[in-house]
C-alpha cells in the first residue's frame, strides 16, 4: 500500500520545472522570464564547473596518450582493442556485452560511523566484498587483476529492522562517491523514513576502490583511455549486477535504482542488462560520453591528441564508445518503469543527452528542472515527483511500513 507523503525538509530553492510533453523539452521560448533567467544563470556557472572537470579529465587521460605517442605499438594495440568493443556494439546484444554474474557474493560488513546512522536514524553498515568481474576483452585481464582496491566492491547499506524492504539504490557521479555527500543530495533520509531501505553503491576505482597513489577519486576511469574506461564501464555494471544478486538472497523482491551524471549513465546501462529492476532513473545522465568529451574543453584537445596519435578517425573511437552506451541497446525494464531527469542549465550533461535517451527509451516520462548539473534548484519538486512515480511500483501490494513524519 502507499501513504500520504511525508515532509521534505530540504533547503533548495523550489523553483518550478515540469514533466516534458510528447515534444519533448520545452523550447525557451515556452519558459517564464523566471525560468530563463534560472536557465542561464545556471548554464554559466556550469561552463565553469565543466571546465574544472574536462582539465581534472584531461589530466588524467595525458600519461596514457604520452606513452602511446612514444611506443607505436601500443598505439596499435588501443586501435584494435577500440575495434573489439565496436564490434561488440555492432551486435547490440547486451547479454554479450555484458555477461551477467551468477554468484551471491560472500559480503562482510561493519558499523557505518555514528555521523551516517545520525542522518538515517536507523541501521547503517558499510558492505564489501571481493568483485568476480573479469573483462570482457581478454587483452585486459591480467592487468584488471593487479588492480586490488578497485577489486573490492564497496557500497553502503540502510536498512530496517522488520526488513527486507524495498529497496531504493543510488550511484554517484564522477569523483563524487561520498556516502555521506550522497545521501544529503538526494534526501535519502526522507526516502527512508518513507518506508524504502537505501542501498549506496561505489563505482570502480572511486573512494576506497581508487587504486594507491591516485590522484583523486574516478581517477581509474579515465587513466587507462578508452580501453580502460570500456571496461571500468563493463565493471560498473557486472558489480552492481553482483549486488542485485546478493539483494535477491536476502529476499529483496522490489528494486529502484537512480544514478547522478556518471552514475545515471550507469544506471541506464544497467537497465538495458538487467531485467529485475522494479524502476530506473536516470538524474542528469550522459549517454553520449564521446560527443561530450569533444564539447569539453580541454579534455576536447586531449580527445583529438588521443586519435590522432592512435591513428583512429573520430568515427571509429565512436563506434568503441557505443560499446558502453545505453543508446546502443534496448531497454529491460518496461516503459511505465522509466523515469529520466535533467535539468535544462546543464552543460556537464547537456538536456539533448536525457532527451536522446528519452526518445531510444519510447518516449518515457521526463522530468526537468531549470538548474544546471549540480545546482537543482527545484530538487523538492522532482523528489516529490520521484516518489510518486516509484511509490506504486514498490509498494503497492506490499506490507510497506514508512516511519512517523519527523521535523
Not at 151 to 164: A, K, L, T
Not at 218 to 247: C, H, K, P, S
Not at 322 to 351: C, E, F, M, W
Request: one cysteine or more; hydrophobic letters at 40%; a positive charge.
Amino acid at each position: 500500500m502507499t501513504s500520504p507523503e511525508l515532509e521534505l525538509p530540504i533547503p533548495v530553492p523550489d523553483v518550478a520545472g515540469a514533466d516534458a510533453g510528447s515534444a519533448g523539452l520545452p523550447k525557451r521560448s515556452d519558459l517564464t522570464t523566471f525560468q530563463r533567467v534560472v536557465v542561464d544563470t545556471s548554464a554559466a556557472a556550469d561552463i565553469g564547473l565543466r571546465t574544472a572537470i574536462s582539465t581534472v579529465v584531461g589530466a588524467a587521460v595525458a600519461p596514457t596518450i604520452l606513452s602511446t605517442a612514444i611506443r607505436r605499438s601500443q598505439a596499435r594495440r588501443e586501435r584494435e582493442n577500440i575495434a573489439f568493443y565496436a564490434d561488440l556494439a555492432a551486435r547490440h546484444d547486451s547479454e554479450q556485452s555484458f555477461p551477467a554474474p551468477t554468484a551471491v557474493p560472500n559480503v562482510s560488513f561493519r558499523a557505518a560511523n555514528p555521523v551516517a546512522e545520525y542522518i538515517a536514524r536507523g541501521h547503517v553498515h558499510n558492505g564489501s566484498f571481493a568483485s568476480s568481474f573479469e573483462p570482457i576483452n581478454p587483452v585486459m585481464r591480467d592487468k584488471w587483476a593487479k588492480l586490488k582496491r578497485n577489486n573490492i566492491v564497496r557500497f553502503q547499506h540502510w536498512r530496517h529492522s522488520d526488513g527486507p524492504r524495498p529497496t531504493l539504490c543510488v550511484i554517484h557521479g564522477f569523483m563524487g562517491s561520498p556516502y555521506l555527500v550522497n545521501g544529503l543530495f538526494f534526501s535519502l533520509p526522507w526516502f527512508y523514513r518513507s518506508g524504502y531501505d537505501v542501498l549506496l553503491y561505489t563505482l570502480p576505482f572511486h573512494g576506497r576502490r581508487a587504486e594507491t597513489n591516485s590522484p583523486f577519486s574516478g581517477y581509474g576511469y579515465f587513466a587507462g583511455g578508452m580501453t580502460g574506461f570500456a571496461e571500468a564501464m563493463g565493471q560498473a555494471v557486472y558489480d552492481f549486477r553482483t549486488i542485485l544478486n546478493w539483494l535477491e538472497h536476502k529476499g529483496v523482491d522490489r528494486i529502484a535504482l537512480t544514478g547522478l551524471s556518471l552514475g545515471g549513465y550507469t544506471s541506464a546501462l544497467v537497465a538495458s542488462a538487467d531485467d529485475r529492476l522494479q524502476a530506473v532513473i536516470p538524474n542528469v545522465p550522459l549517454v553520449t560520453p564521446e560527443s561530450a568529451f569533444d564539447d569539453w574543453w580541454p579534455a576536447s584537445k586531449v580527445v583529438q591528441l588521443t586519435r590522432f596519435v592512435g591513428g583512429m578517425s573520430r568515427e571509429e573511437a565512436y563506434s568503441g564508445f557505443a560499446y558502453h552506451s545505453p543508446l546502443n541497446y534496448q531497454p529491460r525494464v518496461p516503459k511505465d518503469r522509466r523515469l529520466i531527469i535533467t535539468g535544462l542549465g546543464d552543460r556537464l550533461a547537456p538536456p539533448d543527452h536525457a532527451e536522446a535517451l528519452w526518445k531510444h527509451w519510447d518516449r518515457c516520462a521526463l522530468h526537468w528542472f531549470p538548474g544546471n548539473h549540480v545546482l537543482h534548484v527545484s530538487q523538492p519538486e522532482y523528489l516529490r515527483r520521484t516518489n510518486r512515480f516509484l511509490r506504486p511500483l514498490m509498494f503497492d501490494g506490499a506490507a510497506a511500513k514508512p516511519e512517523p513524519a519527523t521535523s
